[in-house]
Nanobody
Framework: QVQLVESGGGLVQAGDSLSLSCAAS??????YGWFRQAPGKDREFVAA????????YYADSVKGRFTISRDNAKNTVYLQMNSLKPEDTAVYYC?????????????????WGQGTQVTVSS
């Protein structure tokens, strides 16, 4: 079976850094992504990475601050978050997609983790 488990969330101050991990089990997928959802808002794209090749993609709101990476041997995807802002506060989800396209949309992703809370205080 396929399972995605996020970890690393917490409460930090603006300007701090935080690193999230997504441990994957079962089969591997073409694309892994990070999404986030704040109260009253839709789930939005944060970053994505191709499992084979490692090409990365970022939302404009996090470009230059966040870095997505993966360790193929450990079947783990990471999200390094620097210069955190209060508007980054959300539940962060790891997701897996069998497709290479539309990585910025939630629809291609068939599997989702349970989410981990990231709270950034001002």
């Amino acid at each position: 079976q396929v399972q995605l488990v996020e970890s690393g969330g917490g409460l930090v101050q603006a300007g701090d850094s935080l690193s999230l991990s997504c441990a994957a089990s079962g089969r591997t997928f073409e694309t892994y992504g990070w999404f986030r959802q704040a109260p009253g808002k839709d789930r939005e794209f944060v970053a994505a990475i191709r499992w084979s090749g490692g090409s990365t993609y970022y939302a404009d709101s996090v470009k230059g601050r966040f870095t997505i990476s993966r360790d193929n041997a450990k079947n783990t995807v990471y999200l390094q978050m620097n210069s955190l802002k209060p508007e980054d506060t959300a539940v962060y989800y790891c997701a897996a997609s069998p497709y290479s396209g539309a990585y910025y949309n939630t629809r291609p992703y068939d599997y989702w983790g349970q989410g981990t809370q990231v709270t950034v205080s001002s």
